[in-house]
């Protein structure tokens, strides 16, 4: 167990719906990271947040966007869904805001299946 | 530009073989380099990770990496395969400048252990 928590485990919806993605940090870390997973993609970076500001962008969609609240949980919220914006969502964390050699601690991911 | 290539998307060892997983990245500064794994249904646990100083690094479960900044390389070894190796391996690179510090990630090697 990382310490990160996220929810929902799995989700389903339908093409140009909204969703939220939840994630709980490690206790004490600062930083949030947003990854997605997809055959096609791999791993990839979306979206940084540090102590409710937000840090560093990676390939997110103008579809998506994310916050990071004053407890330090964030939020990852898809609209206008496609199909193929089906993957495995990560949230990772880490004390070091400066990233670089700190660990980041994943989370066990939400999956979400668009039909 | 920071990258991370994996050389083989699939690797299969027989029990008690020597594992190596092949990892070149690309950097315009002194990297710091991580190795992560995945079990199925699984987020993505650390083995190892490279700062600076030791080049050759020791990580959990037997692993070890070493970085080799003329061949620009990062590959994992393990002397001797246990079936609980089997699991997608990652190697990344992490971004690293003011407090930014995503990781960009390889396509993954899948690792199977025969018995």
């Known amino acids: 167990d990382s310490g990160v928590t996220q929810t929902p485990k799995h989700l389903i919806t339908a093409t140009g719906q909204r969703v939220t993605l939840r994630c709980s940090p490690r206790?004490?870390?600062?930083?949030v990271y947003w990854y997605q997973q997809s055959l096609d993609q791999g791993l990839q970076f979306l979206i940084q947040?540090?102590?409710?500001?937000?840090?560093a962008k990676g390939n997110i969609l103008e579809r998506f966007s994310a916050q990071q609240f004053p407890d330090l949980h964030s939020e990852l919220n898809l609209s206008s869904l496609e199909l193929g914006d089906s993957a495995l969502y990560f949230c990772?964390?880490?004390?070091?805001?400066?990233?670089?050699?700190?660990?980041?601690?994943f989370g066990p991911g939400t999956r979400l299946t668009v039909l | 530009a920071q990258s991370v290539t994996q050389l083989g998307s699939h690797v299969s060892v027989s029990e008690g073989a020597l594992v190596l997983l092949r990892c070149n990245y690309s950097?315009?500064?002194?990297?710091?380099l991580f190795w992560y794994v995945q079990y199925p249904n699984q987020g993505l646990q650390l083995l190892l990770k490279?700062?600076?100083?030791?080049?050759l690094v020791k990580g959990i479960n037997g692993f070890e990496a070493e970085f080799k900044k003329s061949e620009t390389s990062f590959h994992l070894t393990k002397p001797s395969a246990h079936m609980s190796d089997a699991a997608e391996y990652f190697c990344?690179?992490?971004?690293?400048?003011?407090?930014?510090?995503?990781?960009?990630f390889g396509k993954g090697t899948k690792l199977s252990v025969k018995p």
């Open positions: 990772a964390s880490s004390v070091d805001p400066s990233g670089g050699a700190s660990e980041q601690f």
């Open positions: 206790s004490g870390d600062l930083s």
């Open positions: 947040y540090y102590n409710g500001e937000e840090r």
């Open positions: 950097s315009s500064v002194p990297p710091y």
């Open positions: 490279y700062t600076t100083g030791a080049t």
């Open positions: 990344a690179v992490s971004v690293s400048w003011g407090s930014q510090g995503n990781l960009i």
